[in-house]
């Protein structure tokens, strides 16, 4: 991992608002009661599912919290469009952290002068942040749905909604749903493997 300089490292904390400890805190997980998957539960998961498979065009608006080396929390706003993306956290001073690219490229601007460059966003906010988001399976655990061809095991709440997703060495819990919506849409999404935590917990989603 890309060891950073000190003026980044604390101009990183600043951008993310140094709230971190407190943030995760603030938003503790209250447990929701899982229940085995039956299949009613399962087959209204693959409707879901089914319904948001043609929905490549979207956007997020949340607070989110990240663990790590230098993680902190802030306003995100993220905005996919198939396989091109833009994913902007705006710290409490207002400076900006924002992740751009496509299937191929990764664009990070806001850590040092000039934007950083790599092909797997995951790996470039690992080596420049010392943070663990696993941001390819994340926009599908954002939309409540599994990350096709890996294995999965879902537990499911009262309303046969997902209250958790174990896949690919996480564990995704859902706390909240805009279940109003059609289909029913994530509001608190917790992932979390070991010591690495990503905590959205989502104001608004928006379709094209």
Do not use: H
Not at 83 to 95: L, Q
Not at 100 to 119: F, K, N, T
Not at 143 to 169: C, I, K, M, T
């Amino acid at each position: 991992m890309s060891v950073l300089t000190q003026p980044t490292a604390r101009t990183l904390r600043l951008l993310l608002s140094m709230t971190l400890i407190a943030a995760l805190a603030a938003c503790a997980p209250m447990r929701v009661k899982q229940n085995a998957p039956t299949s009613e539960a399962l087959a209204a998961q693959d409707a879901r599912e089914a319904a948001l498979a043609g929905k490549s065009r979207w956007t997020l608006e949340a607070r989110i919290a990240v663990s790590g080396e230098n993680g902190g929390s802030g306003d995100l706003v993220w905005r996919q469009d198939g396989d091109t993306y833009s994913f902007s956290v705006r710290g409490a001073n207002g400076k900006t952290l924002r992740l751009s690219g496509d299937a191929g490229r990764a664009v990070l601007e806001g850590v040092d002068a000039q934007p950083e460059v790599g092909s797997d966003p995951q790996v470039l906010l690992r080596e420049r942040l010392g943070t663990d988001v696993p941001f390819a399976a994340l926009r599908r655990w954002a939309l409540g749905l599994r990350v096709d061809g890996e294995p999965a095991q879902l537990q499911f709440d009262d309303r046969q909604l997902p209250a958790q997703l174990v896949q690919n060495g996480w564990t995704v819990e859902y706390l909240d749903w805009f279940a109003d919506r059609n289909p029913a849409l994530p509001k608190k999404v917790f992932a979390t493997r070991g010591k690495d935590k990503v905590k959205l917990i989502i104001q608004s989603w928006s379709f094209d």
